[in-house]
């Protein structure tokens, strides 16, 4: 069995690779351009799914919205995770001016956003309303990596913790279904 599987991939090896056909390298950065972009759609795309799903379940909170909005969530942190393999080249996503930063910090501090179990405080900024009166997208911008670069209270992981709480397994790995 093992020879015939051997013979099997040796075979196929010798006559996909036998072929006469030149790639140029324009025609590989095309691709890649072109893999790169339709990724970056997807993106765009969940995360507008991702914040839609989430802006109705606050409008309307339901168990039935709570779940969407953690499923909205995997499948725009899943599209995003993959665009990470075309990062760290400068490109519009971490370069001197990207959102990287907004995006997917981390680590992340939970107890910067709100309550966790190790804290006896509730000093952060769900819990502080007389020293932040109104939580706005630009406040939360602005809030980001205040002071350290584990205080992240935008992005993928600042989401995942408000949709799940905090992570209290033990060892690595994902927890109730996330990613």
Known sequence: MKRAIYLFMSAFVFFSCSSQE????????????????????????????????????????TESGFAKSKEAWILARKSYGQSEAFRFYGGPIDGENGPEGQINAWPLDEAYIDYVAAENTNVNIINSPEKFPEITTAFIASMNEKGSETNVSSGYHAIEFLLWGQDL???????NGRI
């Open 22 to 61: 030149q790639v140029t390298n324009k025609e590989v950065v095309e691709n890649y351009s072109n893999i790169v972009y339709a990724n970056y759609q997807d993106v765009h795309t969940h995360a507008i799914a991702l914040r839609k799903v989430i802006i109705s379940f606050l409008e309307n909170p």
């Open 169 to 175: 397994s033990d060892g690595p790995g994902p927890v």
